[in-house]
């Protein structure tokens, strides 16, 4: 990932240090969280997206990518690239799955994934690929227990108030 050290890997950085995000700009970084999914477990399978080298351009991504299955690129789908005006969009990798460039994997031991959170809501490049920071969305509150998604807003506002104190 771009720092203004110059690229760091994303298992090397700390809350506190700053990427450049698509705009060029540098943001902090609030937290890092990471899971270890197990694609292949036989009482929940949930499959990875692995994007081959170049398939959206030369060096995007620059390598295969392996995204997690909520992942989403800054990258119109070619059927609503007219509705758009040239305008780019957050959009799931799953809707590139072709079978070929774009593929659904289920590796057979744990993968450890990555989630950033920055100062603001951005797209960060990632192998070639501008990737969305985390956003936990509209329906997450609705899928977790009061006691956590309290518990979570405060977490937020602590983090926040370090934030614009730490400016």
């Not at 997206?49 to 060096?59: C, N």
């Not at 993968?111 to 501008?130: K, R």
């Not at 936990?136 to 926040?160: A, F, H, M, N, W």
């Amino acid at each position: 990932m771009s720092t203004a050290q110059g690229y760091v890997a994303i298992e090397d950085l700390l809350p506190g240090d700053n990427l450049h995000i698509s705009s060029g700009e540098a943001a902090k970084i609030l937290w890092i969280g990471s899971s270890t999914f197990v694609p292949a477990a036989p009482d929940r399978r949930m499959p990875l997206i692995r994007i081959m080298a170049d398939t959206f351009g030369v060096s995007r991504p620059s390598s295969f990518l392996t995204v997690g299955p909520s992942a989403r690129l800054l990258q119109t789908p070619h059927h609503l690239r007219g509705n758009q005006g040239g305008t780019q969009m957050f959009t799931h990798a799953s809707e590139f799955v072709d079978g070929v460039n774009v593929i659904e994997i289920c590796p057979p031991t744990p993968v450890q994934m990555f989630h950033i959170c920055l100062t603001p809501h951005a797209a960060v490049t990632f192998g070639g690929m501008e990737m969305e920071t985390y956003h936990p969305g509209s329906i997450v509150t609705k899928k977790i227990s009061s006691e956590i998604r309290d518990y979570s807003y405060q977490c937020s506002r602590i983090l926040l108030t370090q934030a614009i104190l730490d400016r």
